[in-house]
C-alpha cells in the first residue's frame, strides 16, 4: 500500500509539469483563436467578443487556473469545428478506437503463438 501511494504521490509532478507545457503550447501556436473562429469578414468588435466569451482577455495566470479547473472537471471545452462538446466527440470515437486498438493486440498474438509451436 505503501508502494501505491509513492507512486501515486510521484505522478502528481509530472502531471503538473505535463499541464503547464500543454497549456504553453496551446498558447505559443501562432495566430489568434478568436480571429480564427471570427473568421476573415470580422469586425474588431466581434473578435474581441469572442476574446471575451472564451477569457482570452484575462491574464495567463487566470486562464491556467480556469483551464485547470475544467480539466478537473472532466470539461475539455466545446468543439469550434461542430460545436459539440469535445468530450461527446472523445466518447463517439472511443468505441472504434478501441476495438482497432484490441485487434492490433490480439491478431498478432494469434498468428505468433501457433507459429512459435
Known sequence: MKYILRRIAAVIPVMAVVAVVVFMLIHLSPGDPAAVIA??????????????????????LTQFGIWVGHLATGDLGTSIATQMPV???????????????????????????????
Not at 473568421?39 to 476574446?51: H, L, M, Q
Not at 472523445?90 to 498474438?109: C, D, E, H, K, W
Open 87 to 117: 468530450a461527446q466527440l472523445n466518447g463517439q470515437r472511443m468505441g472504434p478506437t478501441l476495438s482497432i486498438a484490441l485487434f492490433t493486440i490480439l491478431f498478432p498474438v494469434l498468428v505468433a503463438f501457433p507459429l512459435g509451436v
Open 39 to 60: 473568421g476573415d469578414n470580422a469586425t474588431t468588435e466581434d473578435v474581441e467578443k469572442i476574446r471575451q466569451n472564451l477569457g482570452l482577455d484575462k491574464p495567463l
